[in-house]
Nanobody, 121 residues
Framework: VQLQASGGGSVQAGGSLRLSCVAS????????AGWYRQGPGNRRELVADTTPGGATNYADSVKGRFTISRNSANTALYLDMGAVKPDDAGVYYC????????????????WGRGTLVTVSS
């Protein structure tokens, strides 16, 4: 099972961007899933996460501006970024507890490779 993040790029401050994270392989479903980011010289930090039941959690710095969601099949994760600020720049990673069907159903935690977001002021 792999997670492939996409959607990063350059955005002007105040603009919007949508990140996607698609799971592929012998995946049954995603359970817990979240977006993390790592800015230059900073530790990786949680941006937002969500449970299969729809509960969401956001870092204080993005509340009201970002929205995390997933598709109904629980195979993809999204992050809608709005009113983007320069401090939002960094590499965004998706992380998820996924149920892998091979060789037998089991839950594993995996990271996507990351997608870079740059913000111009």
């Amino acid at each position: 099972v792999q997670l492939q993040a996409s959607g990063g790029g350059s955005v002007q401050a105040g603009g919007s961007l949508r990140l996607s994270c698609v799971a592929s392989g012998t995946l049954l479903r995603m359970n817990y899933a979240g977006w993390y980011r790592q800015g230059p010289g900073n530790r990786r930090e949680l941006v937002a996460d969500t449970t299969p039941g729809g509960a969401t959690n956001y870092a204080d710095s993005v509340k009201g501006r970002f929205t995390i969601s997933r598709n109904s099949a629980n195979t993809a994760l999204y992050l809608d970024m709005g009113a983007v600020k320069p401090d939002d720049a960094g590499v965004y990673y998706c992380n998820a507890d996924v149920v892998d069907s091979w060789p037998k159903p089991r839950q594993i935690n995996i990271w996507g490779r990351g997608t870079l977001v740059t913000v111009s002021s």
